[in-house]
C-alpha cells in the first residue's frame, strides 16, 4: 500500500545544530508539503514543493530549507535549530492539479530544540 | 484572505450522544475545497472528506454525516452515537481552486467519556 513515512518520529537537539528531518511517500504524488503544528497556532505551512527541482516559501519558512531531488522524497532541514522551532513537524503529499487535491499527511516528527 | 473558524475549542460527551462539530468558513472565491481531518491520541491526521464548493449534498459515511451550507458559510460534522474511540482533535480545512495551501481551522478538541 501507498504510503508516507517520517523520520526520524522523536529527534532532540542543542540550539545551533542543524537538523534534517525525512520526508518520503510512496504515492508517487506531485506535490509535497512541510507543516508545523504548534499549541495556539495550528498547522502552519512551512514549504512545498510542486515536483523535482520545485520548492516554495510557505508562511513561516524561516530558518528553514528544503530541495527536493526526486518525486519521493522532500527532507526538511533547520540550518541552525532555535528553541522556537521546538515542534510537531508534518509532511504531507497529493496530486498535482488545480482541483483542490486531498492531502495526505505522515506521522509526524516530534522536534526539541534545547 | 482565507479563514477557517472552529469556535468549539472543546467539546466532551457521554458516549452514544450525537455531537456536533462547527466549521465556519471565509472565501471570496466561488470555487474551493473543504476537508476534515482527525487527529487521535496517537498525533497522525487522518483524511476523513473532500468537498468542492459546487457539491451541497449531505454526505453520510457510517455514523459519521457532514452538512454543507453555502448560504452561511458552513461545513459542519455530525457523528451519531458516539464511541470513545471517536476522541480526538478534528480539523476543519480550505483550499482554493489552483492553490496548494490548505487553510486549517484551530481544531476542536472531542471527549468521548465512556
Known amino acids: 500500500d501507498a504510503e508516507i513515512t517520517q523520520s526520524p518520529r522523536h529527534k532532540i537537539t542543542e540550539t545551533g545544530r542543524q537538523v534534517t528531518l525525512a520526508c518520503h511517500q510512496t504515492?508517487?504524488?506531485?506535490?509535497m508539503f512541510w507543516y508545523r503544528q504548534d499549541l495556539g497556532h495550528g498547522l502552519r505551512l512551512i514549504h512545498y514543493?510542486?515536483?523535482?527541482?520545485?520548492?516554495n516559501k510557505g508562511e513561516v519558512s524561516d530558518g528553514y530549507s528544503v530541495s527536493r531531488s526526486n518525486t519521493e522524497d522532500l527532507p526538511l532541514t533547520l540550518e541552525s535549530a532555535a528553541s522556537s522551532q521546538t515542534s510537531v513537524y508534518f509532511c504531507?503529499?497529493?496530486?498535482?492539479?488545480?482541483?483542490?487535491?486531498?492531502?495526505?499527511f505522515g506521522p509526524g516528527t516530534r522536534l526539541l530544540v534545547l | 484572505a482565507q479563514k477557517v473558524t472552529q469556535a468549539q475549542t472543546e467539546i466532551s460527551v457521554v458516549e452514544k450522544e450525537d455531537v456536533t462539530l462547527d466549521c465556519v468558513y471565509e472565501?471570496?472565491?466561488?470555487?474551493?475545497?473543504l476537508f476534515w481531518y482527525k487527529q487521535p491520541p496517537s498525533g497522525e491526521l487522518v483524511f476523513l472528506i473532500r468537498?468542492?464548493?459546487?457539491?451541497?449534498q449531505n454526505e453520510i459515511s457510517g455514523r459519521y454525516s457532514w452538512n454543507f451550507q453555502k448560504s452561511t458559510s458552513s461545513f459542519n460534522f455530525t457523528i451519531t452515537a458516539s464511541q470513545v474511540v471517536d476522541s480526538a482533535v478534528y480539523f476543519c480545512?480550505?483550499?482554493?481552486?489552483?492553490?496548494?495551501?490548505?487553510?486549517f481551522g484551530q481544531g476542536t478538541r472531542l471527549t468521548i467519556n465512556p
Open positions: 514543493s510542486y515536483g523535482v527541482q520545485d520548492t
Open positions: 468537498r468542492n464548493s459546487f457539491d451541497e
Open positions: 472565501t471570496r472565491d466561488t470555487t474551493y475545497y
Open positions: 504515492w508517487n504524488h506531485n506535490n
Open positions: 480545512a480550505l483550499i482554493l481552486q489552483g492553490a496548494q495551501k490548505l487553510v
Open positions: 504531507a503529499s497529493s496530486e498535482g492539479g488545480p482541483d483542490g487535491e486531498t492531502q495526505y
